[in-house]
């Protein structure tokens, strides 16, 4: 057997995974590029090498089967040797652009690409498994995502041209379904959970998998996010209904035609989705180039009724088209292979500058750094013109009412219904730096200078304790649902337990010292809103957690060496985001053991996170706007006109934050 070291030269590790590796590599008889993938094996474990090498030799067995023109060819297989053991491999074109997943983190298809360009791509993507499904023996693919197909960029396209040449591989999980069976058992659920069909769920695979898992990329490929929002529960594809791409991007999609046929291919029995994968993408495609044809008739109408559109409007109007078949001669194609998945607030302490006048950017969208962003789609559902500037904002748990401090002025509380609630102006409360809410949201607690004094909603009083410190201020507090108040007082962080009779008594309880070792004497503390948890993030990048019950267990203690400017926590206490200083944004699950979403490079720096009951995550940045998005999307997709402060209310989808340009300006929005 051919040995891998005899001919293919290894230059670089491309994906070092759990069950495989990936290696750019020279073929030294015909000195090409090429990509290497070699089984790596277990050392520990013979039962799981059997399993993998089993499932790499079907993989090869297929590949090697298999021609067309939008799927991966198999160049080469044979044996190689890794860590003292025969193993095989298998060699395929290299492709610098990587998969449709790398290319949409720097250039998403729901905002570079047009509508029929997206269609385009999904239709290449069903022609590659229509081909699989149609032959005999039936090949179901079992993993469709954007990870697994390559792309070739065509250059220059037009709006109504094939921008992207698409690639099928990985069979690494494909069966073979003989035409006598209806579907296949399989043995493990494998696959990737995001995109994985309710059946496979079950352990049973049908051609029409395939199909939902593409109706799923579609999807994502057409508005940015997901119509399941799954995490790591892949149950979700098996009871929770899927949105419609209208209602993921009202702004993108209108047309209620491609909401059918998109719900159509998720339906949850395989027996009602469309008869095959290629009828699905031909009748997206239909429905598509139906959106595109009614808004170039719109913006016809609206050009002779002599609107102002600007120019490069019009010329974005995509066109329904036929697209030739591109076909890449293959000595001209050059790939590589992703991955395969196995499983898959701060103190306002400036004014605010005159907003900068933003250039005017196509379909309504805002243009920040370079980068376009859809509108969110919330209205206005109350105004407040605050006496001063704002330093922060506070929602009271039930979500009625928000608390403002302001500088130099007594804090307010404001109601959704419009009324506004001042407290006295004494030297006590004056200038307050941060306040919190008691659980029942009847008590505000208020930090100034090394003070923390609480007052009574109420009775309209300050109640009796005093809480004074050693320091010139209170760096952060935070106050449970469980009646914990953590307070961050120099270089310490300290829990007391303060219930509600506590407040009536002029001293505090006794404190529990929470941090073991000094810390940076600034930083961000929050409560998860079950109580159960205490996150703190540092100046020094240091993240700590903390649980809280009976007995305190630190739960980690990580060093990530960017400043911490946010944290906040889902409403349902699932997982929370923290905001750094070097534009990036991470959430993780309530353990802190596993990351669930990453957003770097953002477009300036995030000054504030906030995250609503539907887990959609606010990101507030230094450049007076304020990013959204969902944790299972790559980037934040929507925008509004709003600085500096936002806030989501924790039982309704309202976001409070201040006007674009204007600190003393309170918008209360709602979806």
């Given at each position: 057997?051919?040995m891998?070291?005899e001919?293919?030269?290894r230059?670089?590790l491309?994906?070092p995974g759990n069950m495989?590796?990936v ?6 008889r015909?000195h090409?590029?090429?990509?290497l993938k070699?089984?790596?094996p ?5 039962q799981?090498n059997?399993?993998?090498q089993e499932r790499?030799q079907?993989?090869i067995k297929?590949?090697?089967?298999l021609?067309h023109?939008?799927?991966?060819p198999l160049?080469?297989?044979?044996w190689?040797h ?5 193993v095989?491999f298998?060699i395929s074109p290299y492709?610098?652009?990587r998969?449709?997943?790398s290319?949409?983190?720097k250039?998403a ?9 997206t269609?385009d791509a999904?239709?290449q ?7 699989l ?13 954007p990870g697994?197909f390559?792309v070739?960029?065509?250059?220059d396209?037009?709006p109504?041209?094939r ?12 069966h073979?379904k ?20 309710p ?5 049973r695979a049908y ?11 579609a999807c994502?490929m057409?508005?940015g996010?997901?119509p399941i ?7 979700a594809?098996?009871?929770?209904p ?9 702004e993108?999609?209108?047309?209620s035609?491609?909401?059918a046929v ?6 949850k ?8 994968v290629?009828?699905f993408a031909?009748?997206l495609?239909q429905a598509i180039e139906q ?5 170039k008739?719109a ?7 002599a609107l102002d559109?600007l120019?490069e409007?019009?010329s974005?109007?995509?066109?329904a088209a036929?697209h030739p078949r591109?076909t890449?001669?293959p000595?001209?194609m050059q790939?590589?292979l992703?991955p395969?998945?196995?499983r898959?607030g701060l ?6 500058a005159p907003?900068p ?5 196509t379909s ?12 969110l789609a919330?209205q206005?559902l ?8 704002l330093?922060?904002l506070?929602w009271?748990p039930?979500?009625e009412i928000l ?6 002025e007594p804090p307010c509380?404001l109601?959704?219904?419009g009324?506004v609630e001042h ?5 006590q ?14 008590i505000?607690?208020?930090?100034k200078g ?5 007052w ?9 304790l005093?809480m004074?410190?050693?320091a010139r ?5 935070s106050?449970?649902s ?6 961050w007082?120099?270089?310490r ?5 303060l219930?509600?009779h506590q407040l009536?008594?002029p001293?505090p309880p006794?404190p529990?010292t929470?941090?073991?070792?000094e810390m940076s004497g600034s930083?961000v503390l929050?409560w998860?809103?079950?109580g159960k ?5 540092t ?9 809280i ?15 911490v400017?946010?944290i906040?926590?889902?409403?349902d206490?699932?997982f ?11 959430g993780?699950?309530r353990s802190?053991q596993q990351?669930?979403f990453?957003?770097?490079n953002?477009?300036?720096l995030p ?10 995550v606010?990101v ?9 998005g969902?944790?299972?999307?790559l980037?934040?997709?929507?925008t509004?006109?709003?600085s500096?402060?936002?806030?989501w209310?924790?039982t309704?989808?309202?976001l409070a ?9 309170l918008t209360?929005?709602?979806?």
């Open positions: 057997m051919l891998a070291g001919r293919y030269e230059i670089d491309l994906y495989s590796e290696w750019l590599a020279r073929d030294m015909t090409q590029e090429v990509a070699i089984l790596k277990v050392v520990e474990d013979d799981l059997h399993k993998a790499f079907r993989e297929i590949a090697r089967s021609k023109q939008h799927i991966l160049l080469d297989s044979g190689t890794y860590n003292q053991r025969k095989p298998l492709m610098p652009e998969s449709l997943a290319m949409a983190k250039q298809p729901w905002q570079y690409w047009t509508l029929v360009q269609g999904i239709l993507a069903a022609q590659s498994l229509w081909y499904h149609a032959r005999q023996p039936a090949i179901i693919h079992g993993d469709v995502k697994n390559l070739r960029a065509v250059r396209a037009q109504t041209q921008c992207v040449e698409l690639f099928l591989f990985d069979f690494g999980i494909a073979l003989d035409v006598s069976v209806e579907y296949i058992e399989v043995s493990d659920v494998i696959g990737t959970y995001q995109y994985m069909a059946e496979q769920v079950n352990q051609c029409a998998s395939d199909q939902y898992s593409l109706a799923i990329m994502w057409l508005t996010r997901f929002n799954v995490g790591t529960n892949p149950l594809h098996v009871v929770d899927p949105l419609a791409p209208s209602q993921l991007n009202a993108r999609i209108f047309s035609a491609i909401d998109i719900l159509r291919a998720l339906a029995d395989p027996e009602q989705r469309f008869p095959t290629l009828a031909q009748s495609q959106q595109a044809s009614e808004e008739t913006r016809t109408i609206s050009v002779d009724l559109v120019p409007e019009r974005r109007a995509p066109e036929m591109y890449l001669p000595e001209q790939f590589s992703d395969i998945d196995i898959e103190v306002l302490d400036e004014p605010i907003a006048v933003k250039a005017a950017t309504g969208r805002r243009e920040i750094s370079g980068r376009l962003y859809t509108p919330l206005t109350a105004h407040f013109d605050l006496p001063a500037r330093r922060m506070s009271q039930q979500g608390a403002c401090a302001l500088y130099g509380i109601s959704r219904n009324l407290l006295p102006r004494v030297s409360v004056e200038d307050t730096h941060e306040l919190c809410w008691s659980p029942d949201g009847r505000l607690a208020l930090s090394g003070e923390v004094r609480f009574d909603r109420v009775e309209q009083r300050l109640l009796p005093v004074r410190f050693q201020s209170i760096v952060a507090f106050w449970s469980t009646w914990n108040m953590a307070l007082i120099g270089e962080v300290v829990l007391y337990a219930p509600l009536h008594i001293q006794l529990v929470l941090s073991r070792e930083g929050c998860s809103p079950d948890r205490l996150v703190a993030g100046r020094s990048g240091r993240l700590m957690c903390w649980r019950g009976q007995r305190i267990e630190s739960l980690y203690d990580h060093e990530d060496g960017e400043i400017r946010g906040s926590w889902a409403p206490s699932s929370y985001a923290v905001a750094f200083r070097d534009n990036r944004v991470e993780w699950e802190g990351r669930i990453q957003w770097s953002l477009p300036s000054r504030m996170v906030s995250i609503a009951p539907d887990g959609r606010a507030v940045l230094n450049s007076q706007r304020t990013l959204f969902f944790p299972g999307e980037a934040p997709l929507y509004l006109p709003v500096f402060q936002a806030t209310s924790p309704r989808i309202e934050a201040l006007d674009e340009g204007n600190d003393t300006r209360i929005w709602g979806g």
